[in-house]
């Protein structure tokens, strides 16, 4: 069982709300990823750190931002909800390894299915 | 443009049966390719992983083959039992930038009915 945590599993906020999700993993990981699936599609990477202090944007557009203050902890806050923010928010991490070649395992957290209505 | 398909897009089978799922990806310069499980309202679990030296992994009833010329994965289930029923997606990583980029298929939905 992987030790990485999500929270909250499900949320249901209306339109203009500021909200946070939650992602924390105990394995030491440097690496964390948060990705967005919606139903029967592929994950789209939307943010990544690579360690304390460091955070990008991935591929898919997002309105949401994102910190790394501690290794263990990697938060995404939307400033304000909207309908279209509706979707599967994942979270995960690995151990990383050296540039460009990391055949370490991925660990996924359970996921936060967000509904903005 | 990288990009990885997998066929079929669904899948019934009857419990005790065998199957094979297939991958297919452009992901250029390749690093390892993995294969996840994802049950519903799940995140996704490992189920293996390859780099480019391996032909071939088990894990249990799940056996994934990767042919690195032609750029082709399959991943066999042997033996199928109702909790195989989820989504298995296939996943590939990159060597041309720092992060090891992953690549996700839409994955196979499969099917177990008793």
């Known amino acids: 069982e992987a030790d990485i945590y999500q929270t909250p599993r499900y949320l249901v906020i209306g339109t203009g709300k500021k909200i946070t999700l939650e992602c924390s993993q105990t394995?030491?990981?440097?690496?964390m990823y948060w990705y967005q699936q919606d139903p029967g599609m592929e994950l789209h990477l939307i943010h990544y750190?690579?360690?304390?202090?460091?955070?990008e944007k991935g591929d898919l557009s997002s309105e949401s931002t994102v910190s790394r203050i501690r290794t263990e902890h990697f938060p995404l806050t939307l400033e304000s909800a909207r309908p279209s923010h509706t979707s599967q928010y994942l979270c995960?991490?690995?151990?990383?390894?050296?540039?460009?070649?990391?055949?370490?395992?991925?660990?996924f957290g359970q996921g936060t299915r967000l509904t903005v209505v | 443009k990288n990009q990885v398909e997998q066929s079929p897009q669904s899948l019934i089978i009857l419990e005790g049966k065998n199957c094979t799922l297939q991958?297919?990806?452009?992901?250029?310069?390749?690093?390892?390719l993995r294969w996840y499980k994802q049950d519903t309202g799940r995140g996704p679990v490992s189920l293996t992983i390859?780099?480019?030296?391996?032909n071939t992994k088990s894990n249990g009833r799940y056996t994934a083959t990767l042919d690195a010329d032609t750029k082709q994965s399959s991943l066999h289930i042997t033996a199928s039992q109702l909790s195989d029923s989820a989504s298995y997606i296939c996943?590939?990583?990159?060597?041309?930038?720092?992060?090891?980029?992953?690549?996700f298929g839409r994955g196979t939905q499969l099917t177990v009915w008793p």
């Open positions: 991958c297919n990806y452009t992901v250029s310069p390749f690093s390892n």
């Open positions: 996943v590939v990583s990159d060597r041309g930038s720092t992060l090891g980029r992953l690549y």
């Open positions: 394995m030491g990981h440097d690496k």
């Open positions: 750190s690579y360690g304390v202090n460091s955070t």
């Open positions: 390859m780099t480019f030296s391996e």
């Open positions: 995960a991490s690995s151990a990383g390894g050296n540039k460009g070649t990391d055949n370490t395992e991925a660990f």
